[in-house]
Nanobody, 115 residues
């Protein structure tokens, strides 16, 4: 069983910052791409950022330049630093990894950005 434990969501104002964290087991973390996705009410779940096991990041166009994904291999944790937050960033954010061809998701953490 793959478990992804998230933390760090909350309510902020436009322009403020938040950092999300997601931890998993060393066995999973060390060899897999980790990612963050988000889902706003009534919308599909979209990729926000992913980072490979070697540390190469990719971003959605909507967050590039404002969000930074990183991984701490010593802590088996992936982070999403979110700066210059906008109301349109409001969503439930999910940590993700894909193992044995199966997507695994964290429990989700709410991020709300007020205008």
């Amino acid at each position: 069983q793959v478990q992804l434990v998230e933390s760090g969501g909350g309510l902020v104002q436009t322009g403020e910052s938040l950092r999300l964290s997601c931890s998993t087991s060393e066995m999973i973390f060390s060899v897999n791409t980790m990612g963050w996705y988000r889902q706003a009410p009534g919308k599909q779940r979209d990729m926000v950022a992913v980072i490979t096991s070697s540390g190469h990041p990719s971003y959605a166009d909507s967050v590039r330049g404002r969000f930074t994904i990183s991984r701490d291999n010593a802590k088996n944790t992936v982070y999403l630093q979110m700066n210059s937050l906008k109301p349109e960033d409001t969503a439930v954010y999910y940590c993700n990894t894909r193992v044995w061809g199966i997507n695994f998701w964290g429990q989700g953490t709410q991020v709300t950005v007020s205008s």
